[in-house]
């Protein structure tokens, strides 16, 4: 069994990692779409009923556009 004194290190070191991936992911992604993501999250909550599929592709074939 591991001692106490040695789970400490290993936590923070996969804290790191964790984070060290998720700026990377971050750094990484495309900002130009983020206004299409921003209008498709704000139909979706102000219309659930009428937010389809047709209404998602429409949104995705404008984010495929922009890329």
């Known amino acids: 069994m591991l001692a106490w004194e040695l789970v400490y290190p290993l936590g923070a070191l ?3 990692v964790v984070l060290a991936v ?3 992911r971050n750094h990484k992604r495309n900002k130009r779409v983020d206004p299409v993501t921003e209008a498709a999250t704000r139909e979706q909550y102000d219309h659930p ?6 209404t998602h592709d429409q949104f ?3 984010a495929d556009r922009r890329k």
């Open 49 to 54: 009923d009428r937010y389809d599929r047709k």
């Open 14 to 16: 996969a804290l790191g």
């Open 60 to 62: 995705e074939a404008e």
């Open 22 to 24: 998720m700026l990377w």
